[in-house]
């Protein structure tokens, strides 16, 4: 008969439970996070091992290609479904969660979550270092501005920007606060190595882009430049992950949540879950088509009739769910947008 194990990863130590079709404690330990010592420990004392899980976390993603590599059959659960059973029991220690893990790896009541390929990740960590990089220029420009209030000088909006209107300043009106020029000086550098780091990652994205086929087929739809394009291709990784379309906007947390018990039965606001990045971008050209002539009347027209019935906002959000929809079947059939055949 086999057996099913299961791991509590931490930075240092990971703890392995192992046990059999009925439940029974078979071995348990705790081993330094390594591939290697994990993969000898289970292979000396868990003979028959049909089954290895372990929660989504920081480590997940590389633990689980470095097992899968050494013929484990390592699972990964969705952190979230399996906090449910860990809860219940009486003491939080790593110990007993590998135990409630591997019940739940023995029952099969849990949801596997998808380990995307390299090259998803890879492309999601360089539009997460852009996103970070845009941060800290927002922050930089704000704190340029609180600065300059304190000594009476208003920022304002000017013609030509932020950096025309940091050289005037500079020009006319720090003389009367000489102290000030070098800690302005200094926050105006740092935003233009910033704004130098952007442009690179802008340049690199804008290469992938040009390379990747299903990128360009994605930015054939209005309103989708590569960022989005690429932000899209990194979350679902695998167009046959969805068996239908309307799966995308789900998964994305575009859809409303639902309560339903005994004779209460709502819909409440969209859920939010899933990445945060992709629904943000997917909202941000949403509001380009419903505000800005920028192609696809269908879309902005349908999301009009709903704005007059809801509002704005709902509408926006409703058509950024439809266009998670459409960019995931354009995908699905390797088909360029058509506004005949949005419905």
């Known amino acids: 008969m086999g057996v099913f194990a299961a791991l509590d990863v931490s930075q ?3 703890a392995i439970c192992v046990v059999g079709q009925d439940g029974v404690l ?10 290697d010592a994990i993969t000898g420990w289970l292979a000396e004392r868990a003979s028959g091992l049909e ?3 372990m929660e989504t976390g920081p480590l997940a993603v590389w633990l689980w290609n470095a097992l899968t590599e050494r013929q484990v059959p390592i699972i990964c659960i969705d952190a979230r479904h399996a906090n ?3 809860k219940m029991m009486p003491n ?3 110990r007993h969660d590998a135990r409630g893990l591997a019940q739940i790896v023995r029952t099969g009541w849990f ?5 995307k390929s390299h090259d998803a990740y890879v492309n999601r960590a360089m539009l997460t270092a852009r996103e970070a990089l845009v941060g800290m220029r927002v922050r930089l ?3 340029i501005r609180g600065l300059l209030k304190t000594f009476g000088i208003m920022f304002g909006k000017r013609v030509g920007g932020f950096k025309r209107r940091a050289e005037e300043i500079i020009r006319d009106e720090l003389t009367v606060v000489p102290d000030l020029v070098p800690i302005f000086e200094a926050l105006m550098q740092a935003r233009r190595d910033i704004l130098a780091r952007i442009a690179a990652l802008d340049s690199r994205i804008r290469a992938v882009a040009r390379r990747h086929a299903t990128v360009r087929l994605l930015m054939t739809a209005p309103g989708v430049g590569p960022i989005t394009a690429m932000a899209v291709v990194a979350a679902f990784d695998d167009a046959s992950r969805f068996r239908r379309s309307s799966s995308a906007g789900a998964y994305l947390g575009l859809t409303p949540r639902r309560y339903e018990s005994g004779e209460i039965s709502r819909n409440g606001r969209v859920s939010k879950r899933g990445d945060a990045f992709t629904r943000k971008c997917l909202f941000e050209v ?14 902005r027209d349908w999301a009009k009739a709903i704005a007059e019935r809801t509002g704005p906002r709902k509408a926006k959000v409703a058509l950024a769910r439809k266009l998670a929809v459409t960019l995931h079947a354009m995908w699905r059939t390797n088909t360029p947008f058509r506004e005949a055949a949005v419905a």
């Open 92 to 94: 939080k220690t790593d």
């Open 26 to 35: 078979v071995a348990e330990t705790k081993v330094p996070t390594c591939p």
């Open 111 to 115: 949801k596997a979550a998808q380990i």
């Open 51 to 53: 089954r290895v899980g």
């Open 141 to 143: 420009e704000n704190e």
């Open 286 to 299: 949403a509001n380009a088509i419903f505000c800005r002539n920028l192609g696809g009347p269908r879309l």
């Open 12 to 14: 240092e130590e990971t």
């Open 84 to 86: 449910g059973v860990l």
